[in-house]
T-cell receptor, first 114, second 109 residues
């Protein structure tokens, strides 16, 4: 079955450490996205990528970095510069960035930083 | 005014009831509209797209009101399993996709 896989499901880190969240898709989608969800807030866009080797900042990119070396993979690094990293992180994809398609989501990674 | 707004609820309704949620948006150039369902601690899943002509899928009906800039989701004959948070998403100018904060529905016996 095609889909998006995020790993791990739960991640715990100490403050000051960088951490990388994995996102892999086998839907052959060009566009991939990272969102963050906090209680009482909507999903907020961190970064997105329309094509391999290209990515753009979203609304809350500070303290995060991404890479898109392969079409299938779009890992997100939460750096120590991110002030409030504890959140639910969702990776998503669409066939293309500008085709007004709904998002397909991975099952999320819940990151806790103490 | 927020780009996309939803009443957070919770909406507590008895099983079998009809319930409706609205989602208002500020950008009149918005192009595509969706409703997602999100269960506790899970990812959002697409429930239905919202077309200009409306969209019905079983007990669920979605409508778009461009004049008043809102979309709605109507659930008939509510089931316990409908309990979840319902998120709207709107694609506005520049293909920017914005989510509402979600409306929580609790269906009770």
């Amino acid at each position: 079955d095609g889909g998006i896989t995020q790993s791990p499901k739960y991640l715990f880190r100490k403050e000051g450490q960088n951490v990388t969240l994995s996102c892999e898709q086998n839907l052959n989608h060009d566009a991939m996205y990272w969102y963050r969800q906090d209680p009482g807030q909507g999903l907020r866009l961190i970064y997105y990528s329309q094509i391999v080797n290209d990515f753009q900042k979203g609304d809350i990119a500070e303290g995060y970095s991404v890479s898109r070396e392969k079409k299938e993979s779009f890992p997100l690094t939460v750096t120590s510069a991110q002030k409030n990293p504890t959140a639910f992180y969702l990776c998503a994809s669409t066939p293309r960035r500008s085709d007004n398609s709904p998002l397909h989501f991975g099952n999320g990674t819940r990151l806790t930083v103490t | 005014r927020k780009e996309v707004e939803q009443d957070p609820g919770p909406f507590n309704v008895p099983e079998g009831a009809t319930v409706a949620f609205n989602c208002t948006y500020s950008n009149s150039a918005s192009q595509s509209f969706f409703w997602y369902r999100q269960d506790c601690r899970k990812e959002p899943k697409l429930l239905m797209s919202v077309y200009s002509s409306g969209n019905e899928d079983g007990r669920f009906t979605a409508q778009l009101n461009r004049a008043s800039q809102y979309i709605s989701l109507l659930i008939r004959d509510s089931k316990l399993s409908d309990s979840a948070t319902y998120l709207c998403s709107i694609t506005g100018g520049g293909n920017k996709l914005t989510f509402g904060t979600g409306t929580q529905l609790k269906v009770e016996l």
